[in-house]
């Protein structure tokens, strides 16, 4: 018998029993939706916080602080010397300071006296997202930054006191337009307020545009400003001279190191694989090192752990349809005993018969696993939506998606449910075989 001709009589069978091959198809449809969206929404939740961390920081970086004491308990200094030194280990691809500092800006009426001055490498500028304006130049005369988009926030007026928190309104600064008066030493400007010295010198900057975004939104560069490392050292040493730098450590003679020390330090792996390592070696050393692929690892384990939780959950449903395909089947083969002695007597051989049935469960468990895809799919939308407004968005990195349905995903859902109807009917395909062909031509 050729495989058209038992494509041809399953199908035609299925269909003389509509309403019984429908009842068994639905319960494949509920068992396959079932596991698709149980397992969809572990990987929304394992997907939203992999796309948090990419937000807050990269999966190939390494965070190092400006604290430690090596193995004899000596001070650690984060400095250019230390920076070679990672640079230095394998797998590392770049490393990246980042110097604080922390300044006074004037403007008109508006005070903010405690804005962060953020000093980068030229790579990490070029990553920040421009709203308005454009990124400081290096070459510039004098020091160029770029805003953070909720900066203004922290500006008041400096005759009442108030600023946004107080009044909702934001402090009307022109940071593109003009310049800002600002004052480096902190402690001296305190200092002459309270009557007790002169007053810091003031120095005239100017702002080369706003980081992208609004009041209220919040991203990695949205506060202080941002600068070229190298611009805001060079202003540092014009304002300081050969006085100690606040924030910067000093030796035991109290004077100044010769080179800058940075408050962190970004050091990025080739691959991901190789962040541990890197990890490891820099704390061998003393510093204090973090990276997201420890808080991800231990995320990703649970993640796991749930999705198999919520897949057994859904796994029962398809194991309960298929019973109904087992019990559809051995039914339909006490229906059809007649049929069957028929195709032996006229020689139709074992494998046939057997692949006949197969064939039927397998038609079953495909077109039940077709329907619960596209019922899971519907099925994840509205989740997602009632995620979205009942959440506010806060899952998925706002986007509300809580249930994520990979391709991959889909397909393994539908060959599982192929797979469950060939098992399901693998055993009254095999009854169908021993039927003796005189005694089911002889049945009623």
Same mark, same amino acid.
């Given at each position: 018998?050729?495989?058209?001709?038992?494509?041809?009589?399953?199908?035609?069978?299925?269909?003389?029993?509509?309403?019984?091959?429908?009842?068994?198809?639905?319960?494949?449809?509920?068992?396959?939706?079932?596991?698709?969206?149980?397992?969809?929404?572990?990987?929304?939740?394992?997907?939203?916080?992999?796309?948090?961390?990419?937000?807050?920081?990269?999966?190939?970086?390494?965070?190092?602080?400006?604290?430690?004491?090596?193995?004899?308990?000596?001070?650690?200094?984060?400095?250019?010397?230390?920076?070679?030194?990672?640079?230095?280990?394998?797998?590392?691809?770049?490393?990246?300071?980042?110097?604080?500092?922390?300044?006074?800006?004037?403007?008109?009426?508006?005070?903010?006296?405690?804005?962060?001055?953020?000093?980068?490498?030229?790579?990490?500028?070029?990553?920040?997202?421009?709203?308005?304006?454009?990124?400081?130049?290096?070459?510039?005369?004098?020091?160029?930054?770029?805003?953070?988009?909720?900066?203004?926030?922290?500006?008041?007026?400096?005759?009442?006191?108030?600023?946004?928190?107080?009044?909702?309104?934001?402090?009307?600064?022109?940071?593109?337009?003009?310049?800002?008066?600002?004052?480096?030493?902190?402690?001296?400007?305190?200092?002459?307020?309270?009557?007790?010295?002169?007053?810091?010198?003031?120095?005239?900057?100017?702002?080369?545009?706003?980081?992208? #975004?609004?009041?209220? !939104?919040?991203?990695?560069?949205? *506060?202080?400003?941002?600068?070229? =490392?190298?611009? &805001? $050292?060079?202003?540092?040493?014009?304002?300081?001279?050969?006085?100690?730098?606040?924030?910067?450590?000093?030796?035991?003679?109290?004077?100044?190191?010769?080179?800058?020390?940075?408050?962190?330090?970004?050091?990025?792996?080739?691959?991901?694989?190789?962040?541990?390592?890197?990890?490891?070696?820099?704390?061998?050393?003393?510093?204090?090192?973090?990276?997201?692929?420890?808080?991800?690892?231990?995320?990703?384990?649970?993640?796991?752990?749930?999705?198999?939780?919520?897949?057994?959950?859904?796994?029962?449903?398809?194991?309960?349809?298929?019973? #109904?395909?087992?019990? !559809?089947?051995?039914?339909?083969? *006490?229906?059809?005993?007649?049929? =069957?002695?028929? &195709? $032996?007597?006229?020689?139709?051989?074992?494998?046939?018969?057997?692949?006949?049935?197969?064939?039927?469960?397998?038609?079953?468990?495909?077109?039940?696993?077709?329907?619960?895809?596209?019922?899971?799919?519907?099925?994840?939308?509205?989740?997602?939506?009632?995620?979205?407004?009942?959440?506010?968005?806060?899952?998925?990195?706002?986007?509300?998606?809580?249930?994520?349905?990979?391709?991959?995903?889909?397909?393994?859902?539908?060959?599982?449910?192929?797979?469950?109807?060939?098992?399901?009917?693998?055993?009254?395909?095999?009854?169908?075989?021993?039927?003796?062909?005189?005694?089911?031509?002889?049945?009623?």
């Amino acid at each position: 018998m050729r495989f058209s001709d038992l494509v041809r009589m399953s199908t035609g069978n299925l269909w003389r029993r509509k309403l019984r091959t429908l009842l068994t198809v639905l319960g494949v449809v509920i068992g396959t939706a079932s596991i698709i969206v149980m397992v969809s929404i572990g990987i929304g939740q394992n997907r939203s916080l992999m796309q948090a961390i990419e937000e807050s920081g990269s999966l190939m970086m390494i965070q190092v602080w400006n604290y430690g004491r090596g193995s004899s308990g000596e001070e650690l200094l984060l400095n250019d010397s230390m920076l070679e030194e990672f640079k230095k280990m394998d797998h590392v691809e770049r490393v990246a300071p980042r110097l604080n500092f922390n300044v006074i800006m004037k403007q008109g009426p508006y005070i903010s006296e405690y804005v962060n001055v953020y000093g980068v490498d030229q790579e990490t500028l070029d990553k920040i997202p421009v709203g308005e304006g454009r990124l400081p130049d290096k070459d510039a005369d004098s020091l160029e930054f770029i805003v953070g988009n909720v900066t203004p926030r922290e500006f008041s007026n400096e005759k009442t006191g108030k600023g946004y928190w107080d009044t909702g309104e934001v402090p009307e600064v022109d940071f593109i337009n003009q310049p800002l008066f600002t004052i480096f030493d902190r402690n001296a400007y305190w200092n002459s307020q309270n009557g007790e010295g002169e007053p810091p010198k003031k120095y005239l900057l100017q702002a080369s545009g706003m980081v992208e #975004g609004d009041i209220e !939104t919040w991203g990695e560069y949205s *506060y202080g400003v941002y600068c070229h =490392i190298d611009s &805001l $050292k060079a202003m540092l040493q014009k304002v300081f001279r050969n006085k100690p730098i606040p924030g910067q450590p000093t030796q035991k003679n109290g004077k100044p190191y010769k080179e800058f020390c940075y408050e962190e330090v970004q050091v990025y792996a080739d691959e991901m694989e190789n962040v541990m390592d890197i990890l490891e070696k820099i704390q061998e050393i003393g510093f204090q090192a973090y990276s997201n692929v420890e808080y991800v690892q231990d995320m990703q384990k649970q993640s796991q752990t749930t999705q198999l939780v919520l897949g057994g959950i859904g796994a029962v449903s398809l194991f309960v349809a298929a019973i #109904g395909i087992a019990n !559809t089947m051995m039914m339909s083969i *006490y229906e059809r005993t007649k049929e =069957i002695g028929v &195709l $032996k007597v006229l020689g139709c051989a074992m494998g046939n018969i057997r692949t006949l049935f197969l064939m039927e469960a397998a038609f079953i468990g495909f077109i039940g696993g077709i329907v619960g895809i596209m019922l899971s799919y519907g099925l994840s939308v509205v989740i997602n939506n009632v995620a979205s407004k009942s959440m506010g968005g806060m899952y998925g990195g706002g986007n509300g998606s809580i249930s994520y349905i990979p391709p991959w995903l889909a397909l393994a859902a539908l060959g599982f449910a192929v797979m469950i109807g060939i098992v399901s009917g693998f055993l009254p395909a095999l009854r169908a075989m021993k039927l003796s062909p005189l005694a089911a031509i002889r049945n009623e």
